[in-house]
Nanobody, 127 residues
């Protein structure tokens, strides 16, 4: 099993930036594709970004393209989500997820493909 712990959330004004981190412990981190998802109050969970095991393949939701960047450091067992030009509609609980199933990057946009989830971190963007 792998345990995932997110950090870096908080309150920021529109146009600001935050960097989320997801630290993994347990089995070999480099064996896991990783994703970020978010859920706003009263809304369904939605895909934000995903990164393959090596970091060579990346996918973003259209709503965050050009503003968010996902990256990973396998030596530190950590995946990151750099969020720039934040908007009030980005307000949500952000969770990271991991899977050791090998698939194309397009598959990793589906939450059901992931076996492990963190507890989430709140991001609030004020207007």
């Amino acid at each position: 099993q792998v345990q995932l712990v997110e950090s870096g959330g908080g309150l920021v004004q529109a146009g600001g930036s935050l960097r989320l981190s997801c630290a993994a412990s347990g089995r070999t981190f480099s064996s896991y594709a990783m994703g970020w998802f978010r859920q706003a109050p009263g809304k369904e969970r939605e895909f934000v970004a995903a990164i393959s095991r090596s970091g060579g393949r990346i996918s973003y939701a259209d709503s965050v393209k050009g503003r968010f960047t996902i990256s990973r450091d396998n030596a530190k067992n950590t995946v990151y989500l750099q969020m720039n030009s934040l908007k009030p509609e980005d307000t949500a609980v952000y969770s990271c997820a991991g899977t050791d199933q090998v698939n194309s990057i397009s598959v990793y946009i589906r939450g059901r493909e992931y076996d492990y989830w963190g507890q989430g971190t709140q991001v609030t963007v004020s207007s």
